[in-house]
């Protein structure tokens, strides 16, 4: 991992590498169903054993594999002895576009590895951890129905069905839209430039051609006279489980979605049982859709709050290393302006309770990507008519048979409100998700990030081993340690405040081997990546200390040929080393 000139950043030199599309590949041009997703899975664990293991976390409660998917060369070494990112997708049901960017960076890693250097590299010293789809059965539903949801079709925060309109397909066409009332007094009209588009009425407007825009859906409870809007009902499928995580979590009634208690879907209580099993883990990256944006720390409270600069420096960097390589721009979750909080994240416990460094892609930007708007602004504000066509236009062009991004207003006559015309954005695979054939652009960029980010972490390695015979069956070993990554072996200083960071070890082992004084293990404490080797201001009263020397005296029983070393912490891996007396004694 090189550092820039500037001394502020590193050079990344990604270049953007085409995922293969040769048999077994994913298609990216398709949202797949849990069982699809499964086919693939359990196909590339067949097709790449030494590479990919195939895991459950348990069932959802419809009953459905939380699948995990464990990414390394086994013969380079076990899972657990290499420095790990961790990547996830599909946590919140409709946002189906993150489950395939993580399916195609597993078929990407696998089928490079062996004949290309950056996948067998990255495959050789890291372990990637992939959770394709968090929310199985949400996603299900999403993707087999017109329905659309927050995470999981489990009745939250009210058991029954509130009164009030309800979103549902009714006309049966396979999409919950968008109904227009006529009403002289409404606030919309059709636009001249294509009568698809509705826009505001202005002041003075004469009262001809006007409607009243409500979801398409039913009624539940008393309705009333078709003059007056439906009350939105509150909804049914309520529950969020980026709000289920213990960290800052706060009830319903001051975060929506929160759930009864902390990790109260199996879904999440999974996800953070897996973080507690896997103390190598770095580096979290959670796909999320849509905006078009990386959300950064922190999420529930202002940057202010942390008390060393772990935000400023290596994350930082790694921030800037992502709007560079997407193009896309980084905003912090927790808004300071507004004083908005995102309580109960997985970003923020893992970050905040395990120094876990985590980013929120939100991958796709229909606006950005149809070109109507090139940056994201403040408060998302209307489009205007021009814009809105501009938009239609993309969509039109973007769409092929079979396909639907916007549909045509036809009249129905609703059983509650009577003659209505129904139509508008099907949202699902235009807004949310990005269309089919958009899918790659999408991926390739933030894959070539995660593995960016992947490098960058720590790694350590045995640079040197000196050992000096002394006679009487003792000898002097010193072994010299290097951590050659870019970050830090802790990763972050919130790693070590928290004591989730186990420091770097040293250990001798071998037949009858004793130390005369101390023990067979040396705590060198951390080590310094190659961030902290160019500016350490940020972290405070840190050495850049990138090396570290343990020394030993041992007594080696006769006949004793050799010994091993291993030099270890779990965020920066395991570096092993066989010392034969004889030979290495005459260097």
């Known amino acids: 991992m090189a550092v820039d000139g500037t001394g ?32 693939l899975l359990r196909a590339w664990a067949d097709r790449y054993p030494d590479l990919i293991a195939l895991d459950s976390l348990g069932r959802s409660p419809e009953g459905r594999e939380l699948w995990s998917v464990t990414l390394t060369d086994r013969t380079s070494g076990a899972p657990e002895d290499k420095p790990a990112v961790y990547l996830e997708g599909n946590i919140h049901a409709g946002e189906v576009l993150p489950s395939v960017v993580c399916l195609a960076t597993i078929w990407d890693l696998a089928s490079r590895f062996g004949h290309d250097e950056e996948a067998t590299d990255l495959l050789h010293t890291r372990t990637f951890y992939v ?80 409607y009243r825009l409500v979801q398409e ?59 507690l099993a896997h103390p190598n883990i770095g580096v979290a990256i959670l796909y999320h859709t849509f905006g078009g944006f990386v959300f950064t720390l922190p999420s529930s409270v202002p940057a202010s709050t942390y008390r060393h600069g772990d935000l400023g420096g290596d994350y930082r960097v790694l921030t800037e290393a992502f709007t560079r390589i997407t193009g896309q721009p980084a905003f912090q979750s927790y808004d300071e302006a507004t004083d908005t909080a995102r309580s109960g994240s997985l970003m923020d416990w893992a970050y905040s309770q395990h120094g876990i460094y985590t980013w929120v892609p939100e991958l796709w930007d229909i606006y950005r990507a149809s070109g109507v708007r090139d940056e994201r602004p403040e408060g998302y504000p209307p489009l205007s008519e021009e814009e809105d066509l501009a938009l239609l236009s993309w969509v039109d062009d973007e769409f092929t048979d ?25 949202y699902k695979y235009t807004h949310q998700n990005c269309p089919g054939r958009v899918i790659p652009s999408i991926a390739r960029p933030v894959i070539d990030w995660s593995y960016l980010v992947a490098r960058a972490l720590p790694q350590l390695a045995i640079e040197r081993l000196d050992l000096e015979p002394l006679g009487n069956g003792l ?37 009858g081997i004793e130390a005369v004084s101390g023990e067979l293990v ?40 050799h010994l091993h070393v291993g030099v270890s912490s779990p965020r920066a891996g395991t570096a092993l080393r066989r010392v034969d007396l004889a030979t290495d004694a005459e260097r």
């Open 522 to 561: 040396a705590d060198l404490g951390h080590l310094e990546g190659e961030s902290g080797a160019t500016d350490v201001a940020w972290r405070g009263p840190v050495a850049a200390r990138r090396h570290g020397t343990a020394r030993f005296v041992l007594r080696v029983p006769p006949g004793i040929e």
């Open 131 to 210: 959770r394709p789809r968090v929310a199985p059965d949400g996603a299900e539903r999403y993707l087999t129905t017109p329905d659309r949801l927050r995470s999981a079709p489990i009745a939250w925060p009210h058991a029954e069905r509130q009164p009030g309109l309800h979103p549902e397909d009714v006309d049966g066409d396979g999409h919950a839209t968008v109904m227009r009332i006529s009403d002289p007094n409404g606030e919309w009209r059709a636009s001249a430039l294509d009568d698809r588009i509705m826009v505001r009425c202005g002041p003075g407007e004469p009262p001809g051609g006007r």
């Open 8 to 39: 502020t950043g590193m050079a990344d030199g990604v270049a953007l590498k085409r995922i293969g599309l040769a048999e077994g590949a994913p298609d990216l041009t398709r949202y797949p169903t849990h069982d699809e997703m499964t086919g």
């Open 402 to 426: 079979g396909e639907a991004g916007f549909l045509p207003w036809r009249p129905f006559d609703h059983p509650q409100l009577g003659p209505v015309d129904i139509g508008g954005w099907t």
């Open 217 to 275: 859906g039913h009624i539940e409870g008393p309705v009333a006279d078709a003059s007056a809007d439906p009350m939105v009902a509150p909804t049914f499928w309520g529950l969020d489980f980026n709000r289920s995580f213990p960290h800052n979590w706060q009830p319903e009634y001051r975060q929506t979605g929160a759930g009864p208690y902390p990790l109260y879907p199996v879904e999440t209580r999974a996800t953070a049982d897996f973080f």
């Open 475 to 511: 000898w002097s070993l010193t072994v010299t340690v290097v951590n050659e990554g870019f970050l830090p072996t802790n990763v972050s200083m919130q790693a070590r405040d928290v004591r989730r960071a186990e420091p770097v070890s040293v250990r001798v082992a071998g037949d």
